[in-house]
């Protein structure tokens, strides 16, 4: 999937990120939660 479908289900909050980041930097690492990811793409097949 896309960066912007990605963004757009954590925005949703139908899966779960945490952003890692340095305190003087303006971005950051985001690290979806698998298990979160995985329910989510496991609803999509029934």
């Known amino acids: ?3 912007t ?3 757009e289900l954590l925005d949703s909050g139908k899966i779960k990120s ?3 980041r340095k305190p003087y930097a303006q971005r950051g ?3 979806i939660h698998r ?3 995985e329910a989510y793409l ?3 097949l029934k």
């Open 42 to 44: 496991e609803s999509l």
């Open 29 to 31: 690492i985001k690290l």
């Open 18 to 20: 945490i952003t890692i």
């Open 5 to 7: 479908t990605w963004n």
């Open 35 to 37: 298990p979160s990811a």
């Open 1 to 3: 999937m896309s960066r």
